[in-house]
């Protein structure tokens, strides 16, 4: 049983080399016959509120094979914290836009012994209606998963890529992981997949495997240096699942992928100027990873 994650997709109803890269990545993730896609998020370019570059992203992964699950990022929804990119705050309104498209932004499926799980994690310490029904979800799983092995996905990674980050921006805050953890402490977790980073790192927290995805649309050259040793390529995860309940994630590529850096992509230049960002008002991490002066 194999499961292919795929994350940051970022796509754009202007077209451009985001989209050039999921329709080559489709076309091999569908030779790869997983039993399952998820999309970790970002499948918009940058503006949660652009119903058009949803619209691209839905019929570009309409020719995946097998059966897919999409999880929100920041740019589908917007994100909690005190500085969101564009002021783009998470909303009820979004996340309701969101699941019009994509359908439930949690949810479990079950494969062979396995459980799968997503969850949103722009929802983590925003204080919407919908992050407690989350929470109360959340709290039923452990006895509706029944002891199964669990692969865990949501769009920022669980636990902070590094000391210092600004919590929210770069990892689910930490009132919010702390009760998380009381909750997978009662999950037999394998592996824990985000995306949002662009980046493919394998790292372990508290024991357990916790795997950042590449993205397939454009990199951020620099984040090895600011997240630890990490991988900035484009690219897809296969996690391979083995009879006795053990995961093993894989990074994978086709190799005619076009990697562009995040400020050259003229899809995001002309998103970033149509939502009226000026770049000087950018957190200096997020100015720093966008390598933008
Ligand atoms: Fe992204
Ligand atoms: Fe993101």
Same mark, same amino acid.
């Given at each position: ?23 080559? &990545? ?32 839905? !019929? ?29 705050? =998470?909303?009820?309104?979004? =996340? ?7 359908? /439930? /932004? ?17 929802? &983590? ?5 919908? %992050? ?48 998380? !953890? ?60 083995? %009879? ?20 050259? =992509?003229?899809?995001? !230049?002309?998103?970033?100027?149509? &939502?009226?960002?000026? &770049? ?14």
């Amino acid at each position: 049983m194999k499961i292919v994650q795929i994350t940051d997709t970022h796509n754009s109803a202007h077209g451009g080399i985001s989209n050039e890269n999921l329709v080559k &990545m489709i076309e091999f993730v569908n030779e790869l016959e997983p039993d399952l896609v998820v999309h970790t998020g970002d499948v918009s370019i940058l503006d949660p509120d652009n119903e058009a570059d949803r619209a691209t992203a839905a !019929r570009l992964l309409g020719e995946l094979k097998a059966p897919l699950r999409v999880l929100p990022g920041n740019h589908d929804i917007g994100e909690p914290g005190e500085a969101p990119i564009g002021g783009a705050g =998470v909303t009820s309104a979004r =996340v309701a836009a969101f699941r019009a498209v994509f359908g /439930d /932004d949690r949810w479990v499926e079950y494969i062979g012994g396995f459980s799968v799980v997503g969850f949103n994690s722009e929802l &983590m310490s925003s204080g919407l209606p919908e %992050e407690e029904e989350q929470w109360a979800w959340l709290e039923s799983l452990p006895a509706q998963l029944e002891g199964r092995p669990t692969i865990i996905f949501c769009h920022k990674p669980v636990h902070a890529p590094a000391p210092g980050l600004p919590a929210s921006t770069y990892s689910i805050a930490p009132q919010s992981l702390d009760r998380l !953890r009381s909750i997978v402490d009662n999950i037999d977790v394998q592996a824990f997949g985000s995306g949002h980073l662009h980046r493919w790192a394998l790292e372990f927290h508290d024991g357990v495997q916790s795997i950042s995805a590449p993205s397939t649309a454009f990199v951020y050259p620099g984040v090895e240096g600011q997240f630890g040793p990490s991988l900035s390529q484009l690219g897809i995860v296969e996690y391979q699942l083995t %009879e006795d309940g053990g995961v093993t994630p894989f990074f994978r590529a086709r190799p005619d992928l076009a990697e562009h850096y995040a400020v050259n =992509v003229d899809t995001l !230049r002309l998103a970033l100027e149509e &939502m009226g960002i000026d &770049m000087s008002t950018l957190d200096i991490t997020v100015r720093d990873v966008l390598r933008i002066a």
